[in-house]
């Protein structure tokens, strides 16, 4: 599972890498705003060890939102900060994107709190159709 993630973020890397010729850090921002949001959404309170309260969506819902949500902050990002700079140099773009990791880090952080995060067992939470089996 995590090499899968590794090479998700990977061909992430090289296709922006290649297409806009400057090496993005905003990619971990937004997968940081999208697993808060999920986290944040399947549990309404509690810290990293307690998890209470019913969630406000279903778990595949609360994907879809998290996504949403994190597309939303790519499009804003790429409109207001990195479109102005198409042909800024690669450093300018370079810093840019970074300071783009700092402000959804520093804004998340400021929603969310310091703590880790625990998100409550979700198995038999998906529609079985999304996994193409008749039942988990």
Do not use: D
Request: charged residues 10%; proline residues 5%; contains cysteine.
């Amino acid at each position: 599972m995590v090499g899968s993630v590794y090479g998700v973020l990977a061909v992430t890397q090289t296709l922006m890498f290649r297409t806009a010729g400057v090496l993005s850090f905003a990619h971990g921002g937004f997968a940081l705003i999208g697993a808060y949001t999920y986290a944040g959404l399947s549990c309404r309170s509690g810290g990293s060890r307690l998890c209470a309260g019913e969630p406000l969506l279903r778990p595949w819902q609360n994907a879809a939102v998290a996504v949403a949500l994190a597309t939303l902050a790519a499009l804003a990002i790429e409109r207001l900060v990195m479109r102005p700079l198409q042909s800024a140099s690669a450093t300018h773009k370079l810093v840019a994107s970074a300071g783009a990791l700092a402000l959804c880090s520093g804004i998340m952080l400021q929603i969310n709190g310091p703590e880790a995060r625990m998100i409550p067992n979700a198995a038999g939470s998906y529609p079985p159709a999304l996994f193409g089996c008749s039942a988990l």
